[in-house]
């Protein structure tokens, strides 16, 4: 049995794609958009990146950064990462006691916090882990090196990421969970 | 292209590198043209985007670097290939695309073979040579993909090939000539129920053939939606797999300058060719050398349009839909039309 022939079906997609050509290079509404001059640069959906840049979205998960100060080398970061691309090395310092007279504090210290972005896979979960809320997605994106060990970031690189963070979004109204506020 | 065109007489060797420059020129332009226009920038506006913007002005002269970038790479040959043979393909391919043009006529004099009277005959004869190309390279390959694309891709053009000749033959049948030049001519100098300010181009006469020889046309190019050989998504790119570089290009300038030849095929044939109706100019005059290459033009890149239109807006055929379809649709159909054809002809 041979097919049945679906010719008005073919012409209307024709057609789609015709209506689409056409709307690419005369962008508006109407007969009249035929009038101007065809400006396919403003009828496509796309951008020219290095020309011209659209911002990501903020929850876009470009980079992350790290707040040191509330790092506690805790290392739940680099065990939970699938690659193995965090890098940490910490030591005890002692510090002086919170009240006078009390025992001297032991806390640590951050020597190194490295970033192998070669083989980040960017699922973040070391910033859903981290309980001090020392890792956040930043949307930054534009760190490509020529040279591979360059990706390798330190923690003074992902300190610099921290200004670019965005502020949380506001939940739907009626959730019970506090936005969280991220640290300056 | 004869000697006397411009009133200058040339020497033989001097006419014969004109002619090969000639040939060169009208198989690169319309190719270029196409990729370009159709292939880079229409397929590029109806998916919404500007593709390539850098290359030169809206990137015109994105092709010359492609070219470049093919130019560079190195060629490859699979260890277990049969070099000779594999080295060989996309050379054959090529060069059939050369001879279909030689056939066709570009003007009053501007023709390579002038006064070739199997004309279509052997058009459609060197135009099939291009499945031997495709099935060496296809077996030349040593590799499944290649095999399998290089099988699909033969078995296509030879069940296309028979909707195309039989749609051509009711051309013929109502030229009276297998002339391309007298096919010309009978078009210009037609008429339709006496009207004879368009002349009779046969796309009107011939609509039914018309269609099938574009099908069919579609089909030989491999161009979606009968892309099965190079089916990229289950056979990498079919019979051109294993091919890198210069053989590559080659391959892909066959591809788009075959659908260049087909165009003017289809051109000459169904609109007319290089003439306009005899009723809006004298066509002998030698003012049709200089413009009929520029009609000629006009009229391939109108039916080139209508094949990448094509091109880019069907999904593919199944292997068997595809068979389907040539067996028992278009040949069906084709053997009707060349005998209502011959039967109008008679009648009338």
Same mark, same amino acid.
């Given at each position: 049995?041979?097919?049945?022939?679906?010719?008005?079906?073919?012409?209307?997609? +024709?057609?789609?794609?015709?209506?689409?050509?056409?709307?690419?290079?005369?962008?508006?509404?109407?007969?009249?958009?035929?009038?101007?001059?065809? /400006?396919?640069?403003?009828?496509?959906?796309? =951008?020219?990146?290095?020309?011209?840049?659209?911002?990501?979205?903020?929850?876009? %998960?470009?980079?992350?950064?790290?707040?040191?100060?509330?790092?506690?080398?805790?290392?739940?970061?680099?065990?939970?990462?699938?690659?193995? $691309?965090?890098?940490?090395?910490?030591?005890?310092?002692?510090?002086?006691?919170?009240?006078?007279?009390?025992?001297?504090?032991?806390?640590?210290?951050?020597?190194?916090?490295?970033?192998?972005?070669?083989?980040? @896979?960017? $699922?973040?979960?070391?910033?859903?882990?981290?309980?001090?809320?020392?890792?956040?997605?930043?949307?930054?994106?534009?760190? /490509?090196?020529?040279?591979?060990?360059?990706?390798?970031?330190?923690?003074?690189?992902?300190?610099?990421? +921290?200004?670019?963070?965005?502020?949380?979004?506001?939940?739907?109204?009626?959730?019970?969970?506090?936005?969280? *506020?991220?640290?300056? | 292209?004869?000697?006397?065109?411009?009133?200058?007489?040339?020497?033989?060797?001097?006419?014969?590198?004109?002619?090969?420059?000639?040939?060169?020129? #009208?198989?690169?332009?319309?190719?270029?043209?196409?990729?370009?226009?159709?292939?880079?920038?229409?397929?590029?506006?109806?998916?919404? %985007?500007?593709?390539? +913007?850098?290359?030169?002005?809206?990137?015109?002269?994105?092709?010359?670097?492609?070219?470049?970038?093919?130019?560079?790479?190195?060629?490859?040959?699979?260890?277990?290939?049969?070099?000779?043979?594999? *080295?060989?393909?996309?050379?054959?391919?090529?060069?059939?695309?050369?001879?279909?043009?030689?056939?066709?006529?570009?003007?009053?004099? @501007?023709?390579?073979?002038?006064?070739?009277?199997?004309?279509?005959?052997?058009?459609?004869?060197?135009?099939?040579?291009?499945?031997?190309?495709?099935?060496?390279?296809?077996?030349?390959?040593?590799?499944?993909?290649?095999?399998?694309?290089?099988? %699909?891709?033969?078995?296509?053009?030879?069940?296309?090939?028979?909707?195309?000749?039989?749609? #051509?033959?009711? =051309? #013929?049948?109502?030229?009276?000539?297998?002339?391309?030049?007298?096919?010309?001519?009978?078009?210009?100098?037609?008429?339709?129920?006496?009207?004879?300010?368009?002349?009779?181009?046969?796309?009107?006469?011939?609509?039914?053939?018309?269609?099938?020889?574009?099908?069919?046309?579609?089909?030989?190019?491999?161009?979606?939606?009968?892309?099965?050989?190079?089916?990229?998504?289950?056979?990498?790119?079919?019979?051109?797999?294993?091919?890198?570089?210069?053989?590559?290009?080659?391959?892909?300038?066959?591809?788009?300058? /075959?659908?260049?030849?087909?165009?003017?095929?289809?051109?000459?044939?169904? &609109?007319?060719?290089?003439?306009?109706?005899?009723?809006?100019?004298?066509?002998?005059?030698?003012?049709?050398?200089?413009?009929?290459? &520029?009609?000629?033009?006009?009229? +391939?890149?109108?039916?080139?349009?209508?094949?990448?239109?094509?091109?880019?807006?069907?999904?593919?055929?199944?292997?068997?839909?595809?068979?389907?379809?040539?067996?028992?649709?278009?040949?069906?159909?084709?053997?009707?039309?060349?005998?209502?054809?011959?039967?109008?002809?008679?009648?009338?």
């Amino acid at each position: 049995m041979p097919p049945k022939p679906k010719v008005p079906g073919l012409l209307k997609g +024709m057609g789609v794609t015709f209506g689409e050509m056409t709307k690419t290079i005369w962008p508006g509404e109407g007969a009249k958009r035929f009038l101007q001059p065809p /400006s396919p640069a403003k009828g496509a959906a796309t =951008v020219q990146y290095p020309h011209e840049k659209e911002a990501p979205p903020p929850r876009a %998960r470009g980079v992350i950064a790290l707040k040191e100060d509330n790092c506690t080398v805790c290392m739940l970061c680099a065990r939970s990462c699938p690659d193995w $691309c965090i890098y940490i090395e910490g030591h005890k310092e002692k510090a002086p006691p919170r009240r006078p007279g009390g025992k001297e504090r032991t806390v640590s210290a951050l020597d190194r916090f490295d970033i192998d972005y070669a083989l980040c @896979m960017y $699922c973040g979960i070391c910033v859903e882990v981290c309980p001090f809320e020392a890792l956040f997605w930043s949307p930054e994106f534009e760190y /490509s090196e020529p040279r591979i060990a360059d990706l390798l970031h330190d923690k003074e690189r992902l300190g610099e990421w +921290m200004e670019t963070v965005p502020d949380f979004e506001a939940y739907e109204a009626g959730s019970a969970a506090k936005v969280k *506020k991220v640290p300056r | 292209m004869s000697a006397s065109i411009l009133g200058i007489e040339l020497a033989y060797w001097q006419e014969t590198l004109l002619r090969s420059l000639g040939i060169l020129a #009208v198989v690169l332009l319309p190719a270029g043209t196409f990729v370009y226009l159709f292939l880079f920038k229409m397929v590029s506006f109806m998916q919404s %985007r500007l593709g390539p +913007m850098e290359a030169g002005p809206f990137g015109s002269m994105q092709l010359l670097a492609e070219v470049g970038k093919f130019l560079q790479k190195e060629d490859i040959v699979p260890e277990r290939a049969d070099r000779k043979l594999f *080295k060989l393909a996309p050379y054959l391919v090529v060069s059939t695309v050369l001879l279909v043009y030689l056939a066709v006529p570009f003007g009053p004099q @501007m023709t390579f073979v002038t006064n070739f009277n199997g004309g279509i005959f052997y058009v459609l004869a060197v135009s099939s040579i291009s499945a031997l190309g495709v099935l060496l390279a296809g077996w030349s390959s040593a590799n499944k993909y290649s095999l399998i694309g290089g099988l %699909r891709a033969a078995g296509q053009l030879i069940a296309y090939e028979l909707p195309m000749v039989l749609a #051509v033959i009711g =051309v #013929v049948i109502q030229a009276g000539t297998l002339n391309m030049s007298g096919i010309v001519s009978a078009q210009a100098n037609g008429s339709i129920f006496g009207f004879d300010g368009l002349g009779n181009p046969y796309f009107f006469t011939q609509i039914i053939g018309f269609a099938i020889f574009m099908i069919a046309v579609q089909a030989e190019l491999g161009q979606t939606p009968f892309d099965m050989p190079i089916a990229e998504s289950e056979l990498v790119t079919g019979y051109i797999t294993e091919y890198s570089g210069l053989r590559f290009l080659l391959f892909f300038i066959g591809e788009f300058a /075959s659908a260049g030849a087909f165009a003017a095929v289809a051109a000459t044939l169904f &609109l007319g060719g290089w003439a306009v109706p005899s009723a809006w100019a004298d066509l002998d005059s030698a003012i049709f050398n200089l413009l009929g290459p &520029l009609i000629m033009l006009t009229k +391939m890149m109108i039916l080139g349009g209508l094949i990448f239109f094509i091109r880019f807006t069907f999904p593919r055929f199944r292997e068997d839909q595809l068979q389907r379809l040539a067996w028992t649709v278009l040949i069906p159909i084709s053997l009707a039309n060349i005998l209502v054809t011959t039967i109008l002809k008679v009648a009338f």
